[in-house]
């Protein structure tokens, strides 16, 4: 299999080139060269998640380097549980947080670090640069720990996350390293941006980046909602919608290439947070990326979807989608009526999608809905608990990285002392 830009479909990348590099040299975005329809078929029966996970993604890895590891890839990447709870008759919820950093971006950044560890030499490793301000850093973070093929530093924007959250951001050991700016996360984002906009300094510490527009991202991804899909069909005997919290959009490109490889997905709908960007375009046909404006679901603050161009490129088909955008009053009050109602609490962004359930009168009749669940509420305990009056149990899992030490160092938001601490 290969992989081309989005913008240039000559000179395609084999597998491993394009999670080692991220963005292709043209700028645009890497994606598979054909999305093999009996996919899903070649992966039913499989006993559990990584066994399934590795048949759905052969295929992908075929005629590449990383193809004998695969299925250790897959062992690391899916060793926790994925269940999925029945709320009503036509509605499940897919709780993607049972990983060790509580999000469901422990699985993409499990699987990109088994990746790049197997590809990377303990010589001369990988330096995984993750700007981030949510859930990204932890999960790269814990990640990447004990490797030796790479090293991650973690740089997130000082006194603007909770408390909770640079916890998890600052408690993993080597080759872990986090650096705290002094800035917001902007300038975060565009201190890492200029980092790889230095040739010398990028091969030097063979830069990479953790974010959603790496391939390696979005095919664990497409992995586990073909399985959760197959599942759900199996043992309901109907082909479930998709609802997807969705910022960056690279859940949703996923969601795109699961069904695109046969997987049992009827419609997808995208739920966003008050960001406009997706829903005036859904609306109108017209892109319009701005600015992003800060809600209560900050892991979907964008008002520029990194995959956007990923889904315009209409390969594969995005016909069809819907986009629910859902305002922070209007999260607050789905988050108090179901944990009044059903006895669930869901995190902000999961209730994007559960409003987003609640609102689809129409399309909704006749069919099965599975809402992915994205975080687990005690991550942002600091707004479900006030809504719900009811403190949140920590899974043990988010209560152990408490126990951890924290460390941190100090960064100005510049390049040169970027380069300098990354020299040292
Ligand atoms: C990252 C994140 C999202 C958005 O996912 P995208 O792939 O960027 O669309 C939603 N919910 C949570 C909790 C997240 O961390």
């Avoid at 996360?185 to 941006?193: E, H, R, Y």
């Avoid at 992915?372 to 009811?390: L, S």
Wanted: charge should be negative; glycine fraction near 8%.
């Amino acid at each position: 299999m290969k992989f081309r830009s989005t913008r240039n479909r000559a000179s395609p990348a084999s597998l491993s080139e394009a999670i080692c590099a991220g963005q292709a040299a043209d700028g645009g975005l890497f994606m598979p060269e054909t999305f093999p329809e009996d996919a899903v078929q070649g992966a039913e029966g499989a006993r559990d998640l990584a066994a399934f996970a590795t048949a759905f993604l052969t295929p992908f890895f075929a005629g590449d380097v990383l193809e004998e590891a695969l299925a250790s890839i897959c062992s690391e990447a899916f060793d926790f549980p994925l269940p999925e709870i029945c709320l009503a008759d036509d509605l499940s919820v897919l709780e993607l947080f049972h990983g060790p950093t509580g999000a469901f971006k422990d699985f993409g950044a499990r699987f990109l670090m088994a990746c790049l560890d197997r590809l990377g030499d303990p010589a001369a490793p990988f330096t995984v640069l993750a700007a981030t301000s949510g859930d990204t850093g932890g999960a790269v973070g814990c990640a990447a720990e004990g490797r030796s093929g790479l090293r991650a530093v973690i740089l997130y924007p000082d006194g603007r996350v909770s408390p909770y959250q640079a916890h998890q951001l600052s408690c993993w050991g080597k080759p872990v390293t986090t650096l705290k700016v002094n800035a917001d996360f902007d300038s975060c984002q565009k201190l890492v941006k200029s980092a790889f906009g230095d040739p010398g300094l990028t091969r030097r510490h063979r830069l990479t980046s953790a974010n959603s527009i790496n391939i390696a991202r979005l095919l664990p991804q497409a992995a586990y909602l073909a399985f959760t899909s197959v599942r759900h069909q199996a043992r309901t005997g109907s082909t479930p919608s998709l609802i997807i919290p969705s910022g960056n959009l690279g859940h949703g490109v996923a969601a795109l290439i699961a069904r695109a490889c046969g997987a049992p997905i009827s419609t997808i709908v995208l739920a966003t947070n008050a960001n406009a960007t997706l829903h005036d375009w859904a609306r109108s046909g017209r892109y319009m990326p701005r600015p992003s404006v800060v809600t209560i679901a900050n892991a979907m603050d964008v008002g520029t979807p990194s995959n956007f161009e990923r889904l315009e490129a209409g390969h594969p088909d995005s016909s069809g989608l819907i986009v629910v955008r859902v305002d922070d009053d209007a999260i607050r009050n789905r988050i108090r009526a179901d944990h009044a109602r059903l006895g669930y609490t869901w995190c902000p962004h999961s209730a994007c999608g559960a409003e987003a359930y609640a609102r689809l009168r129409q399309e909704r009749r006749g069919q099965n809905w599975l809402i992915a669940a994205t975080a687990h509420p005690y991550k942002f305990a600091d707004i479900v608990e006030p809504v719900t009056g009811e403190a949140i149990n920590p899974p043990a899992t988010l209560s152990a990285v408490l126990d951890r030490p924290m460390q941190a160092e100090d960064c100005p938001a510049d390049l040169a002392a970027l380069t300098a601490y990354l020299d040292s």
